[in-house]
């Protein structure tokens, strides 16, 4: 009798040890998978990184694209200005016009004096429908 609950116990010993085996080497089946397909994703996510700086580089190169065709030049728009010598000396006239104005400005009424033009004692200048107000 102990010698059949003897060799019943190392039935089912062995029977335990087997699925031990088993779940051992379905484990290790697990973790390879795991493993490979941890590595599968990360090599997946690198790769999703690197198509996502290459596409930003590609922006930053459209980005500068853009810019250098709202600065463009057409030929005539880069070339300087072609001038005009009589511009120069118009624009000379105009400018030494104005300096006289203002050295005749009335400062009573603030307008360019007219024949006749009085001057107090100081040299100021002022017109002559002005002058009769300073009195």
């Known amino acids: 009798m102990l010698e ?3 060799q019943s116990l190392a039935e089912k010993q062995n029977k335990i040890d087997s699925r031990i085996k088993d779940s051992l080497v379905e484990k290790k089946k697990i973790q390879t998978f795991l ?3 941890n590595k599968k994703a990360n090599q997946h996510e690198a790769d999703v990184n690197n ?3 290459a596409l930003a580089i590609n922006m930053r190169k459209i980005d500068e694209r853009i810019a250098n065709v709202k600065h463009f ?8 200005p072609k001038v005009n010598p009589n511009s120069m000396m118009m624009q ?7 300096s006289k104005e203002k050295q005749l400005e009335c400062p009573v009424c ?6 006749p033009i009085f001057s107090c004692s100081e040299s100021h ?4 429908n002005c002058r009769p107000k300073l009195k």
């Open 4 to 6: 059949l609950k003897k």
């Open 110 to 115: 603030f307008n360019v004096a007219k024949a």
């Open 51 to 53: 198509q996502i700086e």
């Open 35 to 37: 493993y490979t397909e």
């Open 92 to 98: 000379f006239l105009e400018n030494t016009i104005q």
């Open 73 to 80: 030049n057409t030929p005539e728009e880069a070339a300087p």
């Open 125 to 128: 200048l002022v017109c002559g």
